[in-house]
C-alpha cells in the first residue's frame, strides 16, 4: 500500500509561482511513475504532468507546457511540481499520483493511476 501526501498549495496571485510537493511512503518509490493531476468542482479531473520512474523522461498537458516543471528525488521519495506564470485557469485541487505499471511518457488517464494522495488546494487570483 502506497500512502502520498500533497503540500504547497494556496493562495497566489496570477503571475505568480508554487511549488508542490507529494511525499510518498510505503512501496518502492524509485520503481513507480508518478503523475500530478488536477480538479475542479463539476469536472473530470484533469492530467498535468507526469513522470518516470528514473525521472528520464517528463510530459505535460498542454495547457501548462513551459510554465510547469516536475521532477522526483527517489532518494526522499518525493515528486515535485514547479508552477510558473500561473493563471487564474490553473485553480484547482491537484492530486499527485503513482502509476504502477506505466513504463513510458504517455501516461495521462486518471483511471490508470493506482494511488492518490487527499489534494493540495492552488487558487490563483486575477
Known amino acids: 500500500q502506497v500512502q502520498l501526501v500533497e503540500s504547497g498549495g494556496g493562495l497566489v496571485q496570477a503571475g505568480g509561482s508554487l511549488r508542490l510537493s507529494c511525499a510518498a511512503s510505503?512501496?518502492?518509490?524509485?520503481?513507480?511513475?508518478m503523475g500530478w493531476f488536477r480538479q475542479v468542482p463539476g469536472k473530470d479531473r484533469e492530467f498535468v504532468s507526469g513522470?518516470?520512474?528514473?525521472?528520464?523522461?517528463?510530459y505535460y498537458a498542454d495547457s501548462v507546457k513551459g510554465r510547469f516543471t516536475i521532477s522526483r528525488d527517489n532518494a526522499k521519495n518525493t515528486v515535485l511540481l514547479r508552477m510558473n506564470s500561473l493563471k487564474p485557469e490553473d485553480t484547482a485541487l491537484y492530486y499527485c499520483?503513482?502509476?504502477?505499471?506505466?513504463?513510458?511518457?504517455?501516461?495521462?488517464?486518471?483511471?490508470?493511476?493506482?494511488?492518490w494522495g487527499q489534494g493540495t488546494q492552488v487558487t490563483v487570483s486575477s
Open positions: 499520483a503513482v502509476n504502477l505499471y506505466c513504463s513510458g511518457n504517455g501516461c495521462d488517464v486518471a483511471y490508470d493511476y493506482n494511488y
Open positions: 510505503g512501496g518502492t518509490f524509485s520503481s513507480y511513475a
Open positions: 513522470i518516470t520512474w528514473n525521472g528520464d523522461s517528463t
